[in-house]
């Protein structure tokens, strides 16, 4: 019989918002925990969140006694196939209504695929249970036991009491959740995480030193002139799936989508000095670009121009007072975006200034300089032909 007393403190924690843990698996553990030692034989626990993300369709937290919680996320594809729809989970879903399957029992039908996988593991009752959100959402909490003879009714009573403030601690996460995850798509990570900290005043600047980088497709005027709309956003995706990656995975920020080019940075850091901020940079570029430093069409690369500066500029809010945007602005950016209209002064398709040049080891033999409208005095214009010596 399960401790009631316990089962109450669980309950009243769980309804106080699980205070003061902040992490959801350390959130999740103490709910399961909290069940096993109010007399609950959890042995397995799965939390489904649909979320709003680009490229997924929801997390799952999954516990497993003495082993711990563990996290998911699920693409756009995996609830495609046969492996989900042979799942309780569509159902209860679909339904709204709790679904349990007493695997010890005999007569407990094997309707499902994963029932037999968890007949295997030694489970003996099964159970999947709708979590109900304010905004009218139904996301699945389920719930597994190898003890003797299953649940009992005393226990699935727990699991129910447990279910309601389960909920509103699962709508508050992916409330949160969702936020970062749009934040992020849509202004870039770091600036996502800025905003969410609270940076949402316009004026919010702060000075921070980075290499930044234009980019945008050559020809692009033209090619969209004459091509269908469907050809241009191809074009556009193709140059974006490009470039995004190995800028991201180069620790850079992804800034602005500008029609056909875009802005970003590498801040400079404790841990990142200006000469490797302009090597990630450059070499972010060379992975886009397939290694080729002149603009060739192909079918996995269309052909886009860059240029790579380096200095102090001013990061945060500027805007109209009710509609923000979160970008860099400064001299460093200006003259970076003055090298991107001047690389086809040198017929380069990556450019880059005398100071990242000088910074990344790059060869300046050669290299013009030009008057730039906006600065006094004349830039040195530097070509990318070859990835500098490391």
Known sequence: MPDTQKLEDLFLWMLDGARPSA????????ICEGLLAAG????RFALFIYTLHPNLQGRRFRWLKGEGVDQSDADLKAFDGAEY???PLPTVLRTGKPLRRKLCDPGSPDDFLILKQFREEGVT???VQPLFFTTGETHLVSWATKADGGFDEEMIAALEKVRLPLARLAETYMLRLNAANLLSAYVGRDSGNRILSGRVHRGDIEEISACVVFADLVSFTRFSNDASAEEVLARLNLFYDCLVPPIVEGGGEILKFMGDGLLAIFPISDEVDERTACERALEALSVA???AWTPVFSETVPPFRAAVHIGPLQYGNI?????LDFTAIGPTVNLAARLLA?????????VVSERVADLAGLSK????????KGFDRTQVIVPVREMPKS
């Not at 992490?23 to 103490?30: C, K, L, N």
């Not at 609950?40 to 042995?43: A, D, F, H, I, T």
């Open 125 to 127: 009752d099964y159970v």
């Open 40 to 43: 609950v034989p959890v042995e």
């Open 85 to 87: 729809h042979d799942n």
């Open 289 to 291: 670009s397939g290694g």
């Open 342 to 350: 001047s690389a086809v002064l040198v017929d380069g398709q990556t």
């Open 23 to 30: 992490d959801a698996r350390e959130i999740v553990s103490g």
């Open 365 to 372: 033999a050669g290299a013009p300089s030009f008057e730039l």
């Open 319 to 323: 805007g109209a007072s009710d509609r």
